[in-house]
């Protein structure tokens, strides 16, 4: 899959999962964060590993970094949880620049 279609897959994975604040999923591993459900649209788990996907998460990431004006791909997982962060927000950056 493209970037794109991963990012794509990614909203359909928090419509289905759920979308959590605050770690990758919650306990259950059922409602995942923005980059869980990039994690989840690539291998099916919402927590990263050292994957053959690996490269492509990275590569999402970094673009998410670019075109939320983040400096860092760190402060991704702050955006997320942000008080106030609405899912709507988080699929927006998905579906990216229009």
Not at 17 to 39: D, F, K, L, P
């Amino acid at each position: 899959m493209t970037n794109k279609e991963v990012r794509l897959k990614a909203i359909e994975e928090l419509e289905k999962r759920g979308w959590y604040q605050g770690s990758w999923c919650n306990a259950e591993g059922r409602n995942v964060c923005m980059m869980g459900a990039v994690s989840c649209a690539i291998d099916g788990s919402p927590i990263p590993s050292y994957f053959e996907g690996q490269a492509q998460f990275c590569s999402i990431r970094a673009e998410l970094q670019t075109e939320l004006g983040l400096e860092f791909a760190s402060d991704i997982y702050e955006w997320n949880d942000t008080t106030g962060r609405t899912l709507e927000e988080v699929k927006a950056a998905l579906r990216g620049p229009q």
